[in-house]
């Protein structure tokens, strides 16, 4: 793909709230940088789409199934009864199993470390988010953590896939099987049988609570680490907060059939919307994790330069970084640094 001139076409989901500033502002960006895609865009509908039991209608799945790679804004869920939520059905009807997050420093914007340079992987679709909670009795609940070996080896065959193919040196397993002996144990398994088949990459297993020490004592202990969902949930956020938080963090979820969907991390953030003030610097690197998926790499490295030594250069940074620039004054700093 990254020698053929064809333009390659993507779904967008501009989404809600600030959503529409901050693609408006990635696909200014792209542009510049004569990035070859053009954008399929698709808004959440009103009412719901029966086909789907939700406000994303059937054509916006088929997209993105077609196209086989989209970028995601915020979506707010629509309040009322009767439908599923849109996070819930993108992450069903599309199978994306896992969730991606690198975490890296960025240059010229302090925080407590400099040299945060991970990423995380955590299992999407199973483990305690398997929905199966009920009361036993009256004071007794329950709730059934499933783990399964297909699934598990599934991310952990994207983990070693993606450490190899982004030159990184080691995959960390996070776990606390030494308590979840059954679950735990058999994410674990799979993972080991994975790491066989790639000696290239150093395998270790991390039990999550020394995880967390050691997370936050010293960051650049880690470098690729992949863990059953719950954790990651937790993980993927405290790794989000050692390089700034919301308004920086990129993601990307993996589907079935190398789908690849990448997203900020952040919410709506309803109280800035229209205002022109939201940072777009979080839904911009995840475009940049879309063109690495693509193995347009060129482009990825020249916007991910751009964005950082904008934000380095400190002339022009928007209020969650401390400065005073507006979504477009600070697109067209990153337009001018390209
Ligand atoms: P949602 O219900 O969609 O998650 P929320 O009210 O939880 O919305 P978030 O989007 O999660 O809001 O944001 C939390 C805080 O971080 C808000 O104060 C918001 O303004 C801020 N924030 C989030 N994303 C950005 C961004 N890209 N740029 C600047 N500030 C942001
Ligand atoms: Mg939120």
């Keep these: 793909r990254a020698f053929s001139s064809a333009p390659i076409t993507a ?18 960006i792209f542009r510049e940088a004569e990035v070859p895609i053009e954008w399929e865009e698709h808004y959440v509908g009103t009412e719901i789409d029966p086909r789907t ?7 916006s799945l088929e997209s993105v199934r077609r196209n086989r790679v989209g970028l995601k804004g915020p979506m707010a869920t629509p309040i009322g009864k009767g439908h599923r939520s849109l996070n819930l059905t993108l992450r069903k009807e599309l199978n994306l199993y896992a969730n991606v997050r690198p975490c890296y420093s960025l240059p010229g914007y302090k925080t407590r470390y400099d040299d945060v340079n991970l990423v995380t992987i955590r299992e999407n679709t199973e483990g305690e988010y398997s929905g199966l909670e009920h009361q036993v009795v009256r004071g007794v609940v ?3 953590k499933i ?3 297909q699934a598990s080896l599934r991310v952990a065959e994207y983990a070693f896939h993606y450490a190899k193919a982004h030159g990184r040196e080691r995959v960390s397993a996070i776990h606390k099987a030494n308590i979840m002996q059954k679950t735990d144990g058999l994410f674990l398994k799979c993972c080991r049988e994975v790491a066989e088949k790639y000696p290239e990459i150093t395998y270790e297993e991390v039990v999550i609570d020394n995880c ?24 993927s956020d405290l790794c989000a907060g050692l390089i700034g938080g919301l308004g ?6 993996i589907g079935e059939g190398g789908i690849a969907l990448a997203e900020a991390v952040h919410g709506s953030a309803p109280d800035i919307a229209g205002k022109n003030l939201a940072n777009p610097t979080a839904l911009l690197l995840s ?3 879309m063109l690495r998926h693509l193995e347009l790499h060129d482009k990825a490295d020249r916007i991910q330069k751009a964005v950082l030594e904008t934000i380095a250069e400190g002339k022009y940074r928007t209020a969650d970084l401390g400065g005073s620039s507006t979504t477009s004054d600070f697109t067209r700093a990153i337009c001018d640094h390209l």
């Design 287 to 289: 475009g940049v994790s």
């Design 142 to 144: 329950e709730s059934l």
């Design 53 to 59: 039991q939700s406000f994303l209608t059937w054509e």
């Design 11 to 28: 779904t967008l989901f501009p989404g809600d709230g600030i959503g529409p500033e901050i693609a408006e502002s990635v696909k200014q």
């Design 212 to 235: 967390c020490m050691m997370l936050v004592k010293n960051p650049a202990l880690f470098d690729v680490l992949v863990m059953p969902n719950l954790y990651g949930d937790i993980i």
């Design 147 to 149: 783990i399964t070996r």
């Design 248 to 253: 920086l963090t990129p993601s990307c979820n």
